[in-house]
């Protein structure tokens, strides 16, 4: 894999998982293409334009074609993908408008979810009130990561120890968790 250094951390992260789309098996089976085609229609609708310019995806709003289609037809739509994301890298990777050098211009990009999740971590680790951790739960709710804020909400009251740890370290150590998970929600629009 390559390591994107555009300047803005949400596109380095979509190219990456664009990356990883384009290694797709051309063998999987509809659910499995049916993953591709939703994490591949979300990540195009947070391209910017100077970097959506490279990448000529075919149709990917196929109903449930992939379902009822035959095998022939996943491996047919999965190849037409895998290929229009890989010749897009290429030509992205060669683009030098997109170095952090050439200071590119991605205002056109959406906010990201894990951008939302990030900025009201920030904020909770300013002022550790019940607001913030509201502001928390609101960023975290269409995500996977509820159960680490109700265990940061949890310590947040606890007096006694968790496990060997004070409340306190066990606290910071789940602030931590939820900043390094949170980044995996770059490719999601806010």
Do not use: C
Request: glycine fraction near 8%; proline fraction near 4%; aromatic fraction near 8%.
């Amino acid at each position: 894999m390559k390591y994107w250094v555009t300047g803005d951390v949400v596109v380095d992260s979509i190219l990456q998982k664009l990356e990883g789309f384009g290694t797709w098996r051309s063998d999987s089976d509809a659910e499995s293409t049916h993953q591709l085609l939703s994490g591949v229609i979300h990540i195009q609708e947070m391209l910017p334009g100077l970097v959506a310019r490279h990448f000529q995806f075919p149709n990917l709003f196929v109903g449930n074609a992939h379902f009822s289609g035959s095998q022939g037809y996943r491996r047919d739509l999965i190849e037409g993908i895998t290929s229009a994301i890989n010749k897009g890298l290429v030509a992205a990777a060669a683009d030098p408008m997109l170095g952090r050098d050439s200071n590119p211009d991605f205002s056109d990009r959406p906010r990201s979810r894990g951008e939302e999740i990030l900025d009201a971590l920030t904020a909770f680790e300013k002022d550790r009130d019940q607001a913030a951790l509201s502001r928390l739960k609101m960023a975290v709710s269409p995500t996977g990561l509820q159960s680490r804020v109700n265990t940061i909400e949890m310590l947040m009251n606890r007096k006694r120890p968790y496990g060997n740890q004070s409340p306190e370290v066990a606290l910071l150590s789940e602030l931590g968790r939820l900043e390094f998970e949170a980044r995996a929600y770059h490719g999601l629009k806010a």
